[in-house]
Nanobody, 118 residues
Framework: QVQLVESGGGLVQPGGSLRLSCAASGFTFNIYTMTWYRQAPGKERELVAVISSGSYSSHYADAVKGRFTISRDNAKNSVYLQMNSLTTEDTAVYYC???????????WGQGTQVTVSS
């Protein structure tokens, strides 16, 4: 069955870094666009970063541009989010999503909590 399993979240101080991972299984990973979303308490889920199936293009939310980097390894069926210079505003549950362009196929992970606090 389809699975997306996020890991790497935790508690970090402001200015620190974390690297999130999302391991995929049960579908053809290398034809899916991968996206990281986040949802802070009391707020709507928002797009953080997206990367195309072949890593040819990526896009970032303005709030994270220059601080976060999305990457993927199709050989390992995994997508990553390197997060640097974290602030308290980055505190949220982070989710990975797999979406096949031109179809309704869309899969979600269970999320991983990132807390930025001193």
């Amino acid at each position: 069955q389809v699975q997306l399993v996020e890991s790497g979240g935790g508690l970090v101080q402001p200015g620190g870094s974390l690297r999130l991972s999302c391991a995929a299984s049960g579908f053809t990973f290398n034809i899916y666009t991968m996206t990281w979303y986040r949802q802070a308490p009391g707020k709507e889920r928002e797009l953080v970063a997206v990367i195309s199936s072949g890593s040819y293009s990526s896009h970032y939310a303005d709030a994270v541009k220059g601080r976060f980097t999305i990457s993927r390894d199709n050989a390992k069926n995994s997508v990553y989010l390197q997060m640097n210079s974290l602030t308290t505003e980055d505190t949220a549950v982070y989710y990975c999503n797999a979406r096949r362009i031109g179809t309704t196929d869309s899969y979600w992970g269970q999320g991983t909590q990132v807390t930025v606090s001193s």
